[in-house]
């Protein structure tokens, strides 16, 4: 099982920027993938970004142009730069980490983007 803790999040204004950070700890694999979900009241959980291990990220394309993740091999830890934020994009995100089994979650961090 892998540990996950989310820093950052909090209230900004339209336009703002953000940036996330998640450490992971545990029974970490070589070969992984870690990224970021949200989830709005009243909607879905749904996929902002993921990164793997050989760095490929994929994006949705709400975001994309706009956010941006990267990857610290050596500390086990995921970033989301959050440029040009929108008031659509207030969810809580949820950190979580996948290897070959079920994936680990954070506990998630609000995001709230003011108009």
């Known amino acids: 099982q892998v540990q996950l803790v989310e820093f950052g999040g909090g209230l900004v204004q339209a336009g703002g920027s953000l940036r996330l950070s998640c450490a992971a700890s545990g029974s970490i694999f070589t070969y992984n993938t870690m990224g970021w979900y949200r989830q709005a009241p009243g909607k879905q959980r749904e996929l902002v970004a993921d990164?793997?291990?050989?760095?490929?990220?994929k994006y949705a394309d709400s975001v994309k142009g706009r956010f941006t993740i990267t990857r610290d091999h050596a500390k086990n830890t995921v970033y989301l730069q959050m440029n040009s934020l929108k008031p659509e994009d207030t969810a809580v995100y949820y950190c979580y980490y996948r290897d070959y089994g079920p994936p680990d979650w954070g506990q998630g961090t609000q995001v709230t983007v003011s108009s």
């Open positions: 990164i793997n291990t050989d760095d490929t990220a």
